[in-house]
């Protein structure tokens, strides 16, 4: 096969195959309602069915990233494709809600391989770095949309049909990407380390330090702050988490290079994926609640709202991935949250009579707008700053920060509403929200301009940016 129709495919499966667990990470929450008419549960069932392909994924993702790069990116995104395919079968057939929320388990447990793999397959497969840019940018843009057009598609597909077809819609979409690596996914195109060791001590002491705070998260909103279980949670991670950063500076073979935060932009990537990504998260909470239970939107026309954001990625992504690679990341990674702060700001001057084209439709576009100018480079500078042994590593720490800042960015923000609301959002709460929202994102953008460096442009790259501006 042509190197370049190699190259196309492999991008291909590698967004058919992370757009897969995004969208899936995101399509549930309409059917919620459906799914307890039929498989009952309550309220817990349904935080359940939710929080527990949260709460693997979040937890093993970095085991996830170090496996890529232990034994291939290939060989582990095509075994977290398949898993996942087997996974959302059984969650299509589940009989009762426990056994849903174990197959949902299982759906979480399959993305932490797949999706971290998926971006470490792009960068071993692109290796020039513009090339690499505009393939990390169109994985991003369509990465983007599928999470965002997932309560779109779930309130279609369960007005229309039945809550199991978005479980079993996956698995024509896991057999052509399945095709696609096995025809197109060079073997000799990923990363192996022979004669490593995998570290068991490392991955038991992350899942579990990781899974503590997580679990914790869940449960606080029906248990409270003060209660043992969620204090035991984060107590309790906090000091696996510490226990394995002392192991992985003891170990041979750590899972976790600590060397990669000794890089600057690294660390400063990270630390602004956790503020945007938990702005990102708290946004979409609280206004799918908000116009649905204040406003009156349905299912489906609430999942719509988020239409613009949607377009925005998918048209700049591509083409902010190459200006960042040729311009550097510094500038798109600090105006960028700051143009998207201002979107949420918008939001605070709606009423209970939301109108979509004066009330929802700017603030949408100047969101999406910054959005679009901050994903692509911010995933390309993690991915620049990691040597191509630890690409897949890198991956699962930027998705890890990103999977835990969408349970914080809740948590957090969520607090904060319900002392304003009490037990149900009304609008006092929703403007608090997004007050705090934006905040959130705009300290994501300061970050940015205060804390990455641009990388040093080679003499011949120094003339093409001069001669271009």
């Known amino acids: 096969m042509d190197a370049t129709r190699a190259r196309t495919l492999t991008l291909v499966a590698t967004i058919l195959g992370s757009g897969i667990a995004l969208l899936d990470g995101t399509i549930v929450n309409v059917a919620l309602p459906a799914i307890q008419d039929d498989l009952g549960g309550g309220l817990a069932g349904q935080q359940w069915v939710v929080n527990a392909y949260l709460l693997t994924l979040g937890s093993l993702i970095l085991i996830g990233g170090s496996l890529g790069d232990l034994y291939g990116e290939r060989r582990i995104f095509a075994l977290g494709v398949a898993g996942f395919g087997v996974a959302s079968v059984l969650c299509a057939i589940a009989p009762t809600i426990e056994t849903l929320v174990a197959a949902r388990a299982v759906q979480g447990v399959t993305s932490a391989l797949l999706t971290p793999a998926s971006l470490a397959l792009i960068a071993t497969t692109f290796e020039d770095e513009k090339e690499r840019g505009v393939a990390i940018g169109t994985w991003t843009a369509w990465g983007g949309i599928a999470a965002v057009a997932g309560p779109i598609a779930g309130g279609q597909i ?9 479980f079993a819609v996956n698995v024509p979409l896991v057999a052509i990407t399945l095709a696609l690596i096995y025809f197109a996914v060079e073997r000799g195109g990923t990363t192996e380390r022979k004669g490593r060791r995998i570290d068991v001590v490392g991955a038991v002491l992350t899942a579990l330090g990781l899974a503590g705070p997580v679990f914790a998260l869940v449960e606080q909103p029906k248990r409270g702050w003060t209660s043992p279980v969620v204090l035991v949670g984060l107590i309790g991670g906090a000091i696996l988490l510490a226990a394995f950063v002392v192991w992985e500076r003891r170990t041979r073979d750590p899972m976790l290079p600590l060397g990669l935060f000794r890089s600057r932009n690294f660390s ?9 990504y938990a702005g990102l998260s708290s946004l979409f909470f609280f206004l799918t609640i908000f116009l649905q239970t204040v406003a009156g939107y349905s299912a489906l026309e609430s999942g719509l709202a988020g239409l613009p954001v949607t377009i925005f990625l998918f048209f700049l992504s591509s083409r902010i991935g190459a200006l960042s690679s040729r311009f550097g990341p510094r500038l798109f990674m600090g105006v960028g949250p700051l143009i998207a702060a201002a979107g949420v700001l918008l939001l605070v001057r709606v009423d209970e009579n939301v109108d979509y084209f004066v009330d929802l439709l700017p603030p949408m576009i100047v969101f999406g707008a910054g ?18 042994g630890d690409s897949g590593i890198a991956s699962g720490i930027n998705n ?7 349970l914080l960015g809740i948590a957090v923000v969520g607090v904060a509403v319900a002392g304003r609301s009490g037990a149900e959002l009304d609008l006092a709460g929703f403007r608090l ?11 994501g953008g300061l970050v940015g301009l205060l804390g990455i460096r641009n990388p040093t442009l080679a003499p011949d790259e120094e003339r093409v940016v001069s001669s271009a501006s």
């Open 158 to 166: 369960v007005d229309v049909t039945s809550w199991r077809w978005i």
């Open 268 to 276: 400063f990537t990270n630390v602004e994926t956790l503020l945007v």
């Open 371 to 388: 959005l679009a100018l901050t994903v692509a480079p911010l995933t390309s500078t993690v991915m620049a700053e990691a040597g191509r």
């Open 400 to 406: 890890a920060v990103a999977r835990v800042a969408g």
């Open 433 to 443: 929200g997004m007050v705090m929202t934006a905040a959130v994102v705009g300290a």
